[in-house]
């Protein structure tokens, strides 16, 4: 009768086919997600000269999304621990293209604010729980690479948005690059069938086929063997009520600093998607479309994305997203600043490696932090308390502007939340982490769920319950 101790053949397994298609359908996700948020703001313009609605009812229309994401990070990155990842990643995909697609058909503020409302459940709650996913299943080496290069796949949606947007637009009216976004609707009978599930949601369910088939996927060199039983770190275990264990076992005063930093940084990634090409029209500067920024800003959030998830993979995450956080402090705070306008560029390219990149490497962080039971609850609670701060940001950084500062003080302003963000990072206890103790998790697996009675597992490999 062996032990077989499912953390550790995630983290010991060797990138496989199985790995690439985990990577694959998650990313896919993101992308569509992606899409569906920046779409909107491509048809902004083109939607309030139809429905004939003031900036003040478009601001509106616009957080109508954002508001949905933080509702839906939150209880939607909650209830995936309990009923099954899987099930919870369909039902996001189905609530952002039904939802977005049917923003397209609307006629009035108040109807398009309402489906815009129920997309961002969708939008918001995939986020944890693509995050958990490909953390759960990624090697422990190449496990921050592999998250952030799946989330870059946020950024290609955003330059989808904006490169096919203005094509659709002009062809189709407005209403086409909403309808587009229904699309991935039609790929959930392939994700039910392909994504795997949540293993310790399977061991809960007492789905023993399922667990030999992800095991035998993990590592191929792996043979079942009769009297094989599955089994977790006791932390790993699911539990009936994962939003406590996101206090539990010293991570109480962590889970508060995850909580400021994602606030902060996602006010840093909304101040700059909602008012960056108006600061600079306003500062006199000859930039081009607001596509031209859109992409940069979207291409530099891609090199900071993977880049970042290299270099946490190679040092230790906690100080690589301090000084990502240091660098947009420095980038936001120079845009303010007269420069030439290829160094506004690639101050641009900066500031969005800083901030969506930055962004994306800490939701790589945060998922790594926590135990897997508890995972996309810990990740949908950071991501719903960080919306408070995409929503604030356009009305905060509004009014800034209303009062016609200078515009070195509109940036410093957009700035300031870096610092805060690299302070709250560094004072995380990353010796509460999941990956730092799990030496110890591993050598104490406690009781060995029951499933393995049940096995009818053959063959010959052994592993071991250390790490």
Not at 184 to 209: A, G
Request: glycine share 12%; proline share 4%; with cysteine.
């Amino acid at each position: 009768m062996r032990d077989i101790d499912l953390h550790k053949l995630a983290d010991d397994a060797r990138f496989n086919g199985f790995h690439r298609l985990v990577l694959f359908w998650c990313a896919l996700i993101i992308i569509f997600d992606g899409y569906d948020l920046a779409v909107a703001g491509i048809a902004l313009p083109s939607i309030m000269k139809e429905m004939g609605v003031s900036p003040t009812n478009a601001g509106f229309m616009v957080s109508s999304a954002l508001f949905g994401m933080m509702f839906g990070a939150i209880f939607l990155g909650t209830i995936a621990d309990k009923i099954g990842r899987r099930r919870a990643i369909v039902a996001c995909v189905g609530l952002f293209s039904v939802f977005t697609a049917a923003a397209g058909l609307t006629h009035d503020p108040v109807t398009f604010s309402a489906m815009r409302f129920l997309a961002g459940l969708g939008i918001g709650g995939v986020m944890p729980n693509v995050v958990a996913q490909m953390t759960e299943y990624s090697p422990r080496k190449i496990r921050s690479t592999l998250v952030t290069l799946m989330f870059s796949g946020y950024a290609v949606g955003g330059m989808l948005a904006a490169l096919l947007g203005k094509g659709l637009m002009e062809a189709y009216g407005w209403s086409s690059v909403f309808l587009a976004a229904g699309l991935p609707v039609l790929l959930i009978p392939f994700i039910l069938k392909s994504m795997p599930e949540s293993m310790p949601f399977l061991i809960k369910s007492n789905r023993l086929e399922e667990l030999k088939q992800l095991a035998s996927r993990l590592d191929p060199h792996y043979r079942p063997r009769d009297g094989d039983r599955f089994a977790l770190p006791r932390e790993d275990k699911a539990v009936s009520a994962p939003i406590g264990r996101l206090f539990q076992e010293g991570r109480g005063f962590s889970t508060v600093m995850f909580w400021i930093g994602f606030f902060m940084c996602l006010f840093m990634v909304y101040a700059l998607s909602s008012w960056l090409t108006k600061l600079m029209a306003g500062a006199g500067y000859s930039l081009g479309s607001a596509l031209t920024f859109v992409l940069v800003l979207n291409f530099g959030a891609m090199i900071g994305a993977v880049g970042g998830g290299w270099l946490a993979d190679r040092f230790h995450i906690k100080y690589v997203l301090v000084g990502m956080y240091a660098l947009a402090a420095v980038s936001i705070t120079l845009l303010g600043y007269r420069v030439p306008t290829e160094v506004l560029f690639l101050l641009v390219g900066l500031a969005g490696a800083s901030t969506i990149g930055t962004q994306i490497v800490t939701y790589a962080y945060v998922g790594q932090f926590y135990p897997m039971a508890a995972r996309a609850t810990g990740i949908g609670w950071a991501s719903g308390v960080g919306r408070s701060g995409a929503i604030l940001a356009p009305i905060v950084i509004g009014t800034l502007v209303g009062l016609a500062l200078p515009l070195q003080q509109n940036f410093m302003a957009i700035a300031i939340p870096a610092v805060i963000a690299a302070i709250a990072v560094a004072l995380i206890n990353h010796d509460r982490s999941t990956g730092a103790h799990s030496k110890d998790s591993h050598a104490g697996l406690g009781e060995p769920s029951p499933l393995g009675a049940k096995s009818a597992l053959s063959g010959a490999a052994r592993f071991d319950a250390t790490a």
